[in-house]
């Protein structure tokens, strides 16, 4: 079988086969729609961030404390902030939780009451409903 590569396979010594291929599609993975695992997964990344942040800024301060330099000071503040901010985060995601397992309801009856009439009427039948009501 020629074909145009023959010269390259001569000159590199090598013997080349083509080879059809079929492309396969990425597979989707679509992932389970779980609540409870994601709240899960969430707060143990929450708890990992807060830990590794507590170990920054305690080499932060050391730092800071040992060259007394303005801008570790400073780094030492935005970092305790967002470990701050990280804590927040999984109260939020607590309180989020809590209010995902309440059951969800609103009234069961509603009572739609409609007056078609003049206000002169209506006021008749209030005033009529109010004497009929203390008998």
Do not use: W
């Not at 729609?33 to 932060?60: H, M, T």
């Amino acid at each position: 079988m020629d074909n145009q590569f023959d010269a390259i396979d001569k000159a590199l010594d090598v013997k080349a086969e083509i080879i059809d291929t079929v492309k396969k599609e990425p597979s989707v993975r679509e992932a389970p729609d779980d609540p409870q695992k994601d709240y899960e997964y969430s707060r143990a990344q929450l708890y990992n961030l807060i830990e590794k942040g507590q170990e920054a800024v305690s080499g932060i301060i050391d730092l800071a404390q040992d060259s007394q330099h303005p801008r570790a000071f400073e780094v030492a503040g935005q970092l305790i902030k967002s470990v701050g901010d990280v804590t927040d985060k999984l109260l939020d995601l607590q309180k989020k939780m809590k209010d995902m397992e309440k059951p969800q309801g609103g009234p069961k009856t509603v009572n739609n009451a409609l007056f078609v009439g003049s206000t002169a009427e209506l006021q008749k039948l209030l005033k009529e409903g109010l004497l009929n009501s203390d008998k």
